[in-house]
């Protein structure tokens, strides 16, 4: 499931991952048990947040949804 998007400034993408993490579980007030990432830098940067709050952190070779939706989102702008 993809909750959320969103375009930001390369200079700030670190502090905003971490944010837009922590800001997505107020909104949906829900405690993931367990959170999947692909890319070691996504790993080092949820590992302070998710360790803090008691919520596993794995490592995953592929994310078939995630995969899909950025296959998605490609292909549209491949038509322009």
Excluded at 3 to 27: G, K, S, V
Excluded at 55 to 78: C, G
Aim: glycine fraction near 2%; avoid cysteine.
């Amino acid at each position: 499931m993809i909750l959320h998007t969103d375009m930001i400034p390369a200079t700030d993408y670190r502090a905003a991952l971490q944010q837009q993490f922590l800001d997505l579980i107020e909104r949906t007030r829900f405690m993931p048990k367990e959170l999947y990432v692909k890319q070691p830098e996504a790993q080092a940067l949820l590992t302070p947040i998710t360790k803090s709050l008691g919520i596993k952190l794995k490592t995953a070779r592929a994310l078939p949804m995630l995969d899909e939706a950025h296959n998605s989102v490609f292909s549209y702008f491949q038509q322009f």
